[in-house]
């Protein structure tokens, strides 16, 4: 009866042992990141009084996406949160895109 009771312990324990995580890898310092919101925000900044309101909603977008793909690689957020984040992330950057092709067709064709 003991070795019964002592098999059947093993089993349920080794069970519950093996569904370990695996750690999570660790996410880069993403200095080009980093760089790039800088960038943007230098260059914002620097031309600001050049820039009309299409090219300075353009670098506002791109450094507000670019700073959401920052946050949602190192602040620990939920899923839903994540989820969240990276597809505001992808709106905004899809307006600067849209707003960057405006520009070149209002400078070379307008």
Not at 13 to 22: C, D, H, N
Not at 75 to 91: D, G, H, N, Y
Request: with cysteine; proline share 3%; hydrophobic share 45%.
């Amino acid at each position: 009866m003991a070795k019964q009771y002592k098999k059947l312990q093993k089993k349920l324990y080794s069970q519950k042992e093996q569904p370990k995580k695996k750690p999570e890898p660790k996410v880069g310092k993403d200095y080009m990141l980093l760089i790039l919101i800088a960038f943007t925000i230098f260059v914002g900044i620097a031309g600001w009084s050049q820039l009309d309101i299409m090219n300075r909603s353009m670098y506002v977008l791109l450094t507000g996406s670019l700073s959401l793909t920052y946050i949602r690689r190192h602040a620990k957020l939920s899923e839903t949160m994540q989820v969240i984040v990276e597809r505001t992330s992808l709106v905004f950057l899809g307006c600067a895109v849209i707003l960057f092709f405006v520009v070149l067709y209002r400078q070379f064709f307008g």
